[in-house]
């Protein structure tokens, strides 16, 4: 697998719209590199390419999914009756960043 590069570091922060100083690129830089050393030591474990993938973490974990039921809701006139401020079926809050 392709090692990550300064470039490819810049360019992904780049697209995310987060600046990277040369510092926290080289902190990137050394976290990916760790992250590689244990796949790497993960990847030798024997026969780890037999081993089928979990769905869960408990063997013996069930579940049950219940009946979908059409069940009665709250009249919207009731649930805005409790709000201080609303205009038809939208309730107005304040504006809480710049």
Known sequence: MEKFTKEMVDDYAEKLLIGLTSEENKMVLDEFEIIDKNIDLINQIPNIENVEPMTHCLDDFEYELREDEVEESIDI??????????TDDSVQVPKVVG
Do not use: R, V
């Open 77 to 86: 006139e009731d649930l805005l009756a409790n709000c201080d401020d609303c």
